[in-house]
């Protein structure tokens, strides 16, 4: 009766320990489930990232490209500027120029218009 006491004793250890093991499979296999579909999670963020970081590379392309379209714009429009302004200051040079001709014929007509005084006062003066 010992030796089937001991066997018992023992079926009931080799029992024990399978139950053990077979709670540890159990949670290995939900825990191995629980992580695939985490992992399976991971896959479709990374997948969603990548197509936002290619829409955001695409938009920040065509952002530059934009920028640049911008630069060259205002590249051009500086451009024009600067030569409206030099057309500008040469057409007050031309202006200043012309106003200074002006005043000198004016002068120069007051002194003509003086002197045909002067000439006729004088031929008035000889007939008499």
């Known amino acids: 009766m010992a030796v089937i006491g001991s066997f018992t004793l023992f079926l009931g250890f080799v029992i024990d ?34 197509e936002k970081d290619e ?12 920028l640049s379209r911008v630069v060259e714009s205002l590249k051009k429009i500086k ?15 031309h202006v ?4 200074k001709q002006a005043a000198d014929l004016l002068l120069e ?4 218009l003086e002197e045909n005084q002067n000439l006729q006062a004088q031929t008035l003066g000889h007939k008499s």
């Open 17 to 50: 320990r399978i139950h053990h093991y077979l709670q540890k499979l159990v949670n290995l296999r939900s825990n191995a489930r629980t992580s695939n579909q985490e992992l399976e999670n991971l896959k479709k963020e990374a997948v969603q990232l990548k």
């Open 55 to 66: 829409k955001a590379s695409k938009e920040i392309q065509q952002l530059k490209e934009e």
């Open 79 to 93: 451009l024009e500027f600067e030569e409206k302004d030099k057309k500008v200051e040469t057409a007050e040079a």
């Open 96 to 99: 200043a120029s012309l106003q």
């Open 109 to 112: 007509y007051d002194r003509l």
